[in-house]
């Protein structure tokens, strides 16, 4: 900065002149070719796709965490344990509930909510899962699901899982929106077993025992397919629980089950009536010839 008014004055000289000499000059001076061009890595790449970018309609999904279970390690609650369910949906087989308490310290790589897993890799994390972590799996048979409905049922599997498992946990996360009544602090998480990683460890067991107990069941109840749907209302159950009638393993108050049920029941009175006809007829011949 100029210190005097006589220096200023000499420098708003100086420039003056300057910009007399720039005017006086044929042509505007030009950087020289290429000094002012990208450089490679700042030129987007129009020809080819961008291979970070996912196909339209597709959604990138970040997997479930240990973020929740560590803040809680870090306050000193410790065991912290995840559960989940599985088979809440289908016409057979009971609902299987499942409590896990991952170790911190031997975390099985890649696990994720079950529905977003091959079989394949269930059964693989299944048995690395029941390897390095504390676990316990519960059972609400039909006859339950019939009698306290399919959201009590659950949740008593769920709790009965939990007490189940080595040591009583302190804090316990279940997906979903209810909370289980445990002696344990329980929080709801809803789609939590795509946020928690304990109950996406959770719901691995759960669903690979279930898929495991169905292939059993396929083996006592041939012709219904257990061992391919698992129970679930697809058309080869369906038609095959209309041809054959329900099983014992069959949850008789749902509505498809039902509707079987009422069919075989007038079928079998039908074929009564006709067999009493038959031996009453039979009887008034043998009458008539004495």
């Given at each position: 900065m100029p210190s005097s008014y006589q220096e200023t004055r000499?420098?708003?000289?100086?420039?003056?002149?300057?910009?007399?000499?720039?005017?006086g000059q044929r042509e505007f001076p030009v950087a020289p070719p290429g000094s002012l061009a990208h450089h490679p890595r700042m030129i987007r790449d129009k020809s080819g796709k961008?291979?970070?970018?996912?196909?339209?309609?597709?959604?990138?999904?970040?997997?479930?965490?240990?973020r929740r279970e560590r803040a809680l390690i870090k306050r000193g609650v410790w065991p912290v344990a995840g559960c989940d369910e599985a088979g809440r949906g289908?016409?057979?087989?009971?609902?299987?509930a499942a409590a896990v308490v991952l170790d911190p310290k031997r975390i099985p790589k890649g696990i994720d909510d079950s529905k977003r897993l091959t079989p394949e890799r269930r059964e693989e994390l299944f048995e690395e899962i029941c390897a390095t972590a504390s676990f316990a799996v519960a059972f609400a048979s039909p006859a339950r699901i019939d009698r306290d409905n399919i959201l009590r049922a659950s949740l008593w599997a769920l709790?009965?899982?939990?007490?189940?498992?080595?040591?009583l946990p302190?804090?316990?996360?279940?997906d979903g929106r209810d909370r289980l009544d445990t002696s344990c602090d329980c929080e709801a998480v809803i789609g939590g077993d795509g946020l928690v990683l304990s109950i996406a460890a959770a719901?691995?067991?759960?669903?690979?025992?279930?898929?495991?107990?169905?292939?059993?069941?396929?083996?006592?109840?041939?012709?219904?397919?257990?061992?391919?749907?698992?129970?679930?209302?697809?058309?080869?159950?369906?038609?095959?629980?209309n041809r054959l009638g329900p099983t014992v393993h069959h949850r008789r108050l749902f509505a498809p089950v039902a509707a079987a049920r009422e069919q075989h029941d007038a079928i079998a009175v039908a074929g009564r009536l006709v067999?009493?006809?038959?031996?009453?007829?039979?009887?008034?011949?043998?009458?008539?010839?004495?």
């Open positions: 000499e420098l708003a000289a100086a420039c003056l002149l300057r910009a007399v000499k720039f005017r961008d291979p970070a970018r996912l196909p339209k309609g597709v959604i990138a999904v970040a997997p479930p965490s240990f289908p016409l057979a087989g009971p609902v299987v709790a009965r899982a939990v007490h189940a498992l080595p040591d302190k804090h316990v996360f279940v719901s691995i067991i759960a669903k690979v025992a279930r898929d495991r107990l169905m292939c059993k069941l396929s083996e006592d109840c041939p012709g219904y397919g257990f061992e391919s749907h698992k129970g679930y209302a697809v058309p080869e159950h369906l038609e095959a629980l067999r009493t006809q038959s031996q009453i007829q039979t009887s008034v011949e043998v009458s008539d010839e004495v």
